[in-house]
């Protein structure tokens, strides 16, 4: 059984260009979350999709998109780019269910350098 | 709002000896509660989770944590560390299932031999 799986690992990219970041969640989730965890911190939630419409979102500005598809898998796009945006990406997925008990599953992350 | 804090930065523990990190949460109901762990470059792996019942709950790799209303805590502990413990640990809080979970900074555990 395949966990939640993201792609790319590591990119690095420039000042004010945009990146595409994707999961795949795991078997049998339909709700895929995204999570920043910048160096020595703690994950601080981005968004939430189910259904493919964005649930939930935390406190990040609009530069911060997503997408998710019929087969559950989602998407983070990230537009005009700073240096502050330079941090590990954590996608979480989770089974919208009657007794889910809100344990999130989590891939390894995509680790994103803007120089 | 909601708040999660692990007081501790950085503990350092001799392999064998006990463990316990601490995590307190602000929130008026009863959260769901986790702890989690992170190896250097890795992703988030859950090792016990607490939103009712017996309030001592058992987790992975012989960690446990108490959950305790009157103190909002939820501490993690093990009672004997072996140097493959060493990781940064994470207390996370939520509301609801299935909803946003709220991290603490995390505790960094070194196992000295």
């Known amino acids: 059984d395949a966990g939640v799986t993201q792609s790319p690992t590591h990119l690095i990219k420039t000042r004010g260009q945009q990146v595409t970041l994707r999961c795949s969640p795991k078997s049998g989730h339909d709700t895929v979350s995204w999570y920043q965890q910048a160096l020595g911190q703690g994950p601080q939630f981005i968004f939430q999709y189910y259904e493919e419409e964005e649930r939930q979102r935390g406190n990040f500005p609009d530069r911060f998109s997503g997408h998710q598809f019929p087969n559950y898998s989602s998407e983070l796009n990230v537009n005009a780019l700073l240096l502050g945006d330079s941090a590990l990406y954590l996608c979480a997925s989770t089974p919208y269910r009657p007794g889910n008990t809100g344990e999130l599953f989590f891939g390894e992350g995509s680790r994103l350098t803007v120089l | 709002a909601q708040s999660v804090t692990q007081p501790d930065i950085h503990i350092t523990v001799s392999e064998g000896a006990s463990l316990e990190l601490r995590c307190n949460y602000s929130y008026g109901a009863t959260p769901y509660l986790f702890w989690y762990v992170q190896s250097p470059g890795q992703g988030l792996q859950l090792l016990l989770k607490?939103?009712?019942?017996?309030?001592l709950v058992q987790g992975i790799k012989g960690f446990e944590a108490e959950f305790k209303r009157s103190q909002s805590s939820f501490n993690l502990r093990k009672p004997s560390v072996h140097w493959s413990d060493a990781a940064e640990y994470f207390c996370?809080?939520?509301?609801?299932?299935?909803?946003?979970?709220?991290f603490g900074k995390g505790t960094t555990l070194s196992v000295s031999s």
């Open positions: 607490y939103f009712s019942g017996d309030t």
């Open positions: 996370a809080v939520g509301y609801q299932a299935g909803t946003a979970l709220i």
